[in-house]
């Protein structure tokens, strides 16, 4: 027992900068300015601003920023706050089947290193990178998960790491650390499915629990060393006894998996990529406009169509329901000929020919659909003069096999700067692009956090 905790726990303590390939460091800088983007845009979305109020509110010592913002609360309540604006618009990375992992990992690291007085960008690179592989590493498949959130269960594993790595815990403290954040993994999908706020919470929350395990193990809090592979541990409760240890620890060090990060092309779920993306393709190969459109309709797998696929209601918070609908995707591709983060505003929400439109759009669950992947689509577009346009895809835009280019990526950054209600100065944006760029050359983190600030 303890073999496959003792060699995770090992990676984390040990791996420094120098051991992470290029391609790993490549692929997180990416991941970095994804989410510096995506909490500059989603600061001022809907409750975000009360979640920085209520930190704010509650005071303490003020030991991490909160970004965009300003102010200085305790750690753990500004990684809350920047992992919930960070996730806000649900535009960061992502990993299939629905782990976000660097909203809250990122916003986890940056606190820790204003918590222990800085560190250099190359020790702030080997943090998220190591605490992004890790999550991977143990992130499940979606019968597993079977509803719980995967970024609620997976990520408190990343954030964690990050925060042990940066604070400079011990061997045993970094196992405590990780074994507490065992304790803290949870979460359902229901918030998705119902279009709450709670999705942006989740993920606040574990950024939270990154500090808090950390923290908790540098003072000696123990947690269950059999936090893998005990009686009740990982493997066995989130697993369902279907993981192989092997898995996890088999390469662990020198075949990197963070190749497997999800980067989105527009802005919603990475399960309604896939539909944006054809039926954008087909309006501009066949030439038909909105207004052409007699019916659609799209097969998914099962769980894709569980997360996006059911029928469209403004509801209560449209924002958070148009992201997370298939229907409201496709007619807003439709009308719009793209798929913008402004696209996903009440007011463009509920614009009535697009709520026309997402009546005549039907998505259809199958289970011969696994079997082509994730994100496979079969999508048959009927003409009002009885035409069909037929397109199938097996990979959508930004998942691994179907990458973003460098370019795609500089444009999601400047999509986020241009969406932001309160937008940064044009210098900052500058400086941050290229701070990011040559992330492991910068003496000490801290200095990004001032170009992340309105005032």
């Given at each position: 027992m303890m073999e496959t905790e003792g060699r995770l726990v090992d990676y984390v303590y040990r791996t420094t900068f120098g051991d992470v390939p290029d391609m790993a460091l490549k692929l997180i800088k990416n991941q970095v300015l994804a989410v510096l983007g995506t909490t500059i845009a989603g600061a001022s979305a809907e409750g975000c601003e009360t979640i920085v109020e209520l930190e704010k509110e509650l005071g303490g010592r003020a030991e991490a920023s909160i970004l965009i913002h300003g102010g200085k609360v305790p750690a753990g309540q500004a990684a809350?706050?920047?992992?919930?604006?960070?996730?806000?618009?649900?535009?960061?990375?992502?990993?299939?089947?629905?782990?976000?992992?660097?909203?809250?990992?990122?916003?986890?690291?940056?606190?820790?290193?204003?918590?222990t007085g800085g560190c250099t960008g190359a020790d702030f690179l080997a943090a998220v990178t190591v605490g992004t592989e890790v999550a991977i590493r143990l992130n499940l498949g979606e019968s597993q998960y079977d509803g719980f959130d995967p970024t609620g269960v997976c990520v408190p594993f990343a954030s964690t790491a990050a925060a042990a790595k940066i604070l400079r815990l011990s061997e045993k403290e970094t196992w405590n650390a990780l074994a507490l954040a065992f304790n803290r993994c949870g979460g359902s999908f229901q918030a998705n499915v119902d279009g709450s706020l709670a999705v942006r919470v989740i993920e606040g929350w574990v950024a939270e629990t990154g500090l808090t395990c950390a923290r908790l193990a540098r003072r000696g809090i123990t947690g269950p060393a059999n936090f893998l592979e005990g009686v009740y541990g990982y493997f066995h409760l989130f697993g369902r006894d279907r993981v192989a240890a092997e898995k996890v620890v088999s390469g662990l060090g020198t075949e990197y998996q963070v190749g497997?990060?999800?980067?989105?092309?527009?802005?919603?779920?990475?399960a309604t990529q896939g539909s944006t993306e054809v039926i954008l393709n087909l309006m501009a190969e066949e030439g038909f406009q909105a207004d052409d459109v007699g019916h659609v309709d799209i097969t998914v797998p099962p769980y894709i169509y569980k997360l996006v696929g059911h029928p469209f209601h403004v509801?209560?918070?449209?924002?958070?329901?148009?992201?997370?609908?298939?229907?409201?995707?496709?007619?807003?591709?439709?009308?719009?000929?793209?798929?913008?983060?402004?696209?996903?505003?009440?007011?463009?929400?509920?614009?009535?020919?697009?709520?026309?439109?997402?009546?005549?759009?039907?998505?259809?669950?199958?289970?011969?659909?696994d079997v082509r992947g994730h994100t496979a689509l079969d999508m048959c577009v009927v003409t009002k003069d009885g035409k069909e346009h037929m397109r199938k895809m097996d990979?959508?835009?930004?998942?691994?096999?179907?990458?973003?280019?460098?370019?795609?990526?500089?444009?999601?950054?400047?999509?986020?700067?241009?969406?932001?209600?309160?937008?940064?100065?044009?210098?900052?944006?500058?400086?941050i692009m290229d701070a990011v760029e040559h992330l492991e050359t910068i003496n000490d983190i801290r200095s990004l956090i001032p170009l992340l600030m309105l005032e």
């Open positions: 809350f706050a920047n992992g919930v604006m960070a996730r806000a618009l649900d535009f960061c990375d992502a990993l299939i089947p629905g782990a976000h992992i660097g909203s809250a990992t990122i916003s986890a690291a940056l606190a820790s290193a204003e918590l497997k990060l999800v980067f989105k092309k527009y802005p919603s779920c990475g509801g209560n918070n449209p924002k958070v329901n148009a992201q997370f609908s298939i229907r409201y995707c496709v007619a807003n591709a439709l009308v719009r000929k793209g798929s913008r983060l402004a696209h996903f505003e009440e007011d463009a929400i509920t614009n009535p020919q697009i709520l026309a439109l997402v009546e005549k759009i039907e998505v259809i669950s199958d289970t011969a659909m990979i959508a835009p930004g998942f691994p096999g179907n990458f973003l280019t460098k370019e795609e990526h500089l444009q999601r950054f400047r999509d986020c700067v241009g969406f932001a209600a309160k937008p940064l100065p044009e210098e900052n944006i500058d400086r």
